[in-house]
C-alpha cells in the first residue's frame, strides 16, 4: 500500500497555494480521503499542495447572522466548538457523526464538500442549511450555492485551479429545530442514508421546512417535494408520515453491497419520518 | 525524506519505534494510532512529511520515569487486552477520550473508541479500564 512518487509542496499562504493549482498541483486537506485513494492508486497525483500550513484557512467566526468556516477546519473543530453548537447545532450534530476520532481530528470540511462523496455527511446538512461554498481562484472569488457545487457524484462545481477557501452556514432564530440522523456503514461509517432537517415554526403552522439527503443516490439533494408537503401545515403525525414518504420521489436510488435500491428507499422514508419528528420537537 | 513516506512505516522503519501496529493499512482497523500535536490519528493515513514540526507520541512514549501511564495500568489492572495487537493503538485512542472528557459516560466510550477494531475482548473490557483510569484519575 504504497502511493506512486508525487512532488510535494507545504504553501504558507492561498495565493501560494493557488498558483500551486495553476501549475496542475492537487490540494491535501486532512487525507483522509485523498491518502486512502492514492495507497489503492484510485488517485495518483504528480503535485500535492499540502494545505494544512495554511493558518488562516482553519477557523469558525460569526458573521451578519451567518457563521463563516475556514475549509481546512476539522470535523472535531465544528463538532466541539461553542459557537457552532449554540448557533448551527445541525453542523455540529452532523460533524460529530462522521466517521471516528481520528477521522475527525483530521478531516476538513473543505475536503469532504470538495471530495463529494455521494455518502458523506456534512453535504445533507449543507443543504438544509443552504449552504454558500466560496471559492478562489486565479481570476478571484465566487459564492456558490451548494446545490449546484454538488454537481454529481466525486464531481462539483469547482473549476481547475480553483479551491474552497470557505463554507458559510446561516444562523437560526428562535423556533427553529434540527436533526441529522443517519444509517451508518458498519465498517467506515459512511451514510448508507443520511437525513437532515431543519424546521422552523411561526406560531401554529410550520413556516420552514428544509431536508438534505445523502447516501441514497449520485449526490446529496433537497427533498423538495417532502418540504412543500410540510410548510404551511401544522406537524401532526401522520403529516410528518405522508411527507416522509416523498423523500425519495424523483430519485434514482443506488444500490451496492450495502443496501439495495429499494431498501435504501425504505431507510430514507423511515429515518426522514423520524429525522422530522425529532428536529418539530426540538422547535418547540 | 521521500514525500509518500507514510508516516506508519517512518516510524516503524527509519525510527525503530514498532509499537504502533499495521493492522489494515486502509484506514480502519486504528491499530497505527499514533498522537499529533495532542489529537490521536490514524499514522497509515497521514505522509510522515506532513508531521514535520509536530509532537508525536506513540505507545512508547507514555510511560515515564519508570511508570506505566494510568491508561496502561488500567488497561492491565481490568484486563483491557489479550493478544494485544490492537492496544497500542487502543490506549491512544482510549487516552483521548480522558483529555477532552475527565469523566465520559459508557456511550461516550464506545464512541471514542469506533475508529479502532479489537478482535480479542469483545470491548468490554476496554470501557471497563478506560472507566478505570477515569476514576483513578479522580473523575
Ligand atoms: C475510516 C474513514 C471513515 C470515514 N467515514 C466518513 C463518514 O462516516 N462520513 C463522511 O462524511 N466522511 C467519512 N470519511 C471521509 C472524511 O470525512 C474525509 O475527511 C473527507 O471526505 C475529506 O476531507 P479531507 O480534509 O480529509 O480531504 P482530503 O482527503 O485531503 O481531500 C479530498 C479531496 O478534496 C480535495 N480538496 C481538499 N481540500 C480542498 C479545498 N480546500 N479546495 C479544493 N479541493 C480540496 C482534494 O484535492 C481531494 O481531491 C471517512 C474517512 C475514513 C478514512
Ligand atoms: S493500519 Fe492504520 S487504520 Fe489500520
Ligand atoms: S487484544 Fe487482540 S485485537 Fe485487541
Known amino acids: 500500500m504504497i502511493p506512486q512518487e508525487f512532488e510535494y509542496s507545504a504553501p504558507k499562504s492561498l495565493d501560494e497555494a493557488i498558483t500551486l493549482l495553476g501549475r496542475g498541483a492537487k490540494p491535501l486537506a486532512g487525507g483522509m480521503s485523498l491518502i486512502p485513494m492514492m495507497k489503492l492508486r484510485l488517485a495518483v497525483p504528480d503535485h500535492l499542495a499540502d494545505l494544512g500550513r495554511i493558518k488562516d484557512l482553519s477557523y ?68 438544509a442549511l443552504e449552504a454558500q461554498i466560496v471559492a478562489r481562484g486565479s481570476k478571484g472569488e465566487r459564492a456558490i450555492p451548494i446545490d449546484s457545487f454538488l454537481a454529481d457524484t466525486f464531481t462539483t462545481a469547482l473549476e481547475p485551479g480553483e479551491i474552497i477557501r470557505e463554507v458559510i452556514v446561516p444562523i437560526d432564530g428562535a423556533g427553529v429545530g434540527v436533526c441529522y440522523q443517519k444509517v451508518a456503514q458498519k465498517a467506515s461509517g459512511f451514510a448508507v442514508v443520511g437525513i437532515a432537517v431543519r424546521i422552523q415554526r411561526g406560531g401554529e403552522k410550520l413556516s420552514m421546512v428544509r431536508v438534505g439527503v445523502t447516501g441514497l443516490s449520485n449526490r446529496a439533494y433537497r427533498a423538495t417535494h417532502t418540504e412543500r408537503a410540510l410548510e404551511g401545515r401544522t406537524g401532526t403525525p401522520a403529516e410528518i408520515e405522508a411527507a416522509a414518504n416523498l423523500v425519495a420521489q424523483g430519485v434514482d436510488a443506488n444500490s451496492d453491497i450495502h443496501a439495495s435500491a429499494p431498501y435504501r428507499t425504505h431507510l430514507a422514508k423511515i429515518h426522514a419520518a423520524r429525522a422530522l419528528a425529532k428536529a418539530l420537537a426540538r422547535a418547540e | 525524506m521521500e514525500p509518500r513516506l507514510l508516516l506508519i512505516h517512518y516510524l516503524r522503519e527509519v525510527v525503530g519505534l514498532t509499537g504502533p501496529h499495521i493492522g489494515c493499512e486502509t484506514s480502519l482497523c486504528g491499530a497505527c494510532t499514533v498522537e499529533l500535536d495532542g489529537q490521536a490519528v490514524k499514522s497509515c493515513t497521514m505522509f510522515a512529511v506532513q508531521a514535520d514540526g509536530a509532537k508525536l507520541v506513540t505507545i512508547e512514549g507514555l510511560a515515564a520515569d519508570g511508570k506505566l501511564h494510568k491508561m496502561q495500568e488500567a488497561f492491565w489492572n481490568e484486563h483491557g487486552l489479550q493478544c494485544g495487537f490492537c492496544t497500542p493503538g487502543m490506549i491512544i485512542a482510549s487516552k483521548q477520550i480522558l483529555d477532552r472528557n475527565p469523566n465520559p459516560t459508557e456511550e461516550e466510550i464506545r464512541h471514542g473508541i469506533e475508529g479502532n477494531i479489537c478482535r ?16 483513578a484519575a479522580g473523575a
Not at chain 1, 461553542?82 to 455540529?92: D, G, T
Open chain 1, 60 to 127: 469558525i467566526r460569526e458573521h451578519s447572522g451567518s457563521l463563516l468556516i475556514g475549509a481546512t477546519t476539522t470535523h472535531y473543530a465544528v463538532e466541539s466548538s461553542a459557537l457552532v453548537r449554540s448557533k448551527c447545532p445541525l453542523l455540529a450534530e452532523t460533524a460529530a457523526n462522521i466517521g471516528d476520532v481520528q477521522v475527525r481530528n483530521r478531516g476538513t470540511i473543505g475536503g469532504s464538500v470538495a471530495h463529494a462523496d455521494p455518502s458523506a455527511d456534512y453535504p445533507a446538512a449543507l443543504q
Open chain 2, 120 to 135: 480479542c475482548t469483545g470491548y468490554q473490557h476496554i470501557v471497563n479500564a478506560v472507566r478505570a483510569a477515569a476514576k
